[in-house]
């Protein structure tokens, strides 16, 4: 069992840069792949991007990469997503979740296959 808890996010103005924080409870924090989703009003979760167990596999959805970076620190038990060159369709709720997974090199992209999830932190993205 694991607890996730996002925090940073808030608004900026277009072009501006976020770093949203996922800490997670308990000490196999290095055995989950981590994703983060987002949702914005009146629209399906999306992938937005995962990591790999000990941080060697990453990858981005078309929408976000080379603007996003997902990174993990697994002696804090934590994930990190650095969103730079912000636009106003980034606005959404972002979550984090994290899969058990057997395989050190796996992530996943569709959420049904994330086993935990945090509670959401908004981002707000002004024009």
């Known amino acids: 069992q694991v607890q996730l808890v996002e925090s940073g996010g808030g608004l900026v103005q277009a072009g501006g840069s976020l770093r949203l924080s996922c800490a997670a409870s308990?000490?196999?924090?290095?055995?989950?792949?981590m994703g983060w989703f987002r949702q914005a009003p009146g629209k399906e979760r999306l992938f937005v991007g995962g990591?790999?167990?000990?941080?060697?596999?990453?990858d981005y959805a078309d929408s976000v990469k080379g603007r996003f970076t997902i990174t993990r620190d697994n002696a804090k038990s934590t994930v990190y997503l650095q969103m730079n060159s912000l636009k106003p369709e980034d606005t959404a709720v972002y979550y984090c979740?994290?899969?058990?997974?057997?395989?050190?090199?796996?992530?996943?992209?569709?959420?049904?296959?994330?086993?935990?999830w945090g509670q959401g932190t908004q981002v707000t993205v002004s024009s």
């Open positions: 979740a994290a899969a058990v997974v057997r395989n050190s090199g796996t992530f996943y992209y569709t959420e049904r296959r994330y086993d935990y």
């Open positions: 308990g000490r196999t924090f290095s055995t989950y792949a």
């Open positions: 990591i790999s167990s000990m941080g060697t596999n990453t």
